[in-house]
């Protein structure tokens, strides 16, 4: 789903962020976007208005403002860099059972899980 001013032809970022801002647009869904548009073009006006959109002062109660999918893609990425955090007891438990089953033994020095029960 992208906002409709990111898709069309009409005036500056800044007058389809104003547009955005003031409840006037459309939501379009494209599922072969090139159907309509250069696919790079599309890319590039995405990003664009992403950019314009992490421009938009905030006030005193938010930090920034986020798009959506941005903070999950980045707990995601921070979880692939440093690995997800799992409770000690979870830990302990996933190890006996991979011991039951002969998996071999689990351990994480960060948990400090050793696969001990």
């Known amino acids: 789903m992208i906002v409709c001013p990111s898709i069309s032809s009409s005036s500056q970022m800044s007058n389809r962020i104003h547009q955005i801002s003031q409840g006037n647009c459309t939501l379009t869904m494209a599922i072969h976007v090139d159907r309509f548009i250069p696919l790079k073009q599309f890319r590039r006006q995405v990003d664009d208005?992403?950019?314009?959109?992490?421009?938009?002062?905030?006030?005193?109660q938010t930090s920034e403002i986020l798009y959506p999918g941005e903070l999950a893609f980045g707990a995601r990425t921070v979880r692939e860099r440093r690995g997800i955090d799992i409770p000690v007891t979870t830990c302990r438990r996933v190890a006996a059972l991979a011991s039951e089953l002969g998996l071999g033994k689990?351990?994480?020095?960060?948990?400090?899980?050793?696969?001990e029960s």
Request: proline share 5%.
């Open 49 to 60: 208005l992403l950019r314009e959109l992490k421009k938009v002062p905030t006030d005193s």
């Open 106 to 115: 689990c351990y994480t020095e960060e948990s400090g899980c050793d696969g």
